[in-house]
């Protein structure tokens, strides 16, 4: 995955150390409201949103932000 990452930077954002997800597709970002702090990316045409691991937070949180 890290070689695809590189390679597909503008097109794709790892969100977990096994996923990366297309940018065209992110919808918004969610934290879970009850136990932990999890966060949630929701996907475009999906009913299931994605982990995001605290790691890549960070960096999820700025493309979204970059993005609006």
Do not use: C, M, Y
């Not at 590189?6 to 992110?26: C, G, M, N, Q, Y």
């Amino acid at each position: 995955l890290k070689t695809l990452e590189e390679d597909f930077a503008p097109w794709f954002l790892r969100i977990h150390r096994k996923a990366l997800v297309a940018t065209r597709f992110i919808a918004s970002l969610e934290r879970e409201r009850h136990g932990e702090q999890h966060h949630w990316l929701k996907v475009k045409h999906s009913p299931n949103p994605l982990p995001v691991s605290r790691r890549r937070l960070a960096e999820v949180r700025r493309f979204i932000t970059d993005q609006n």
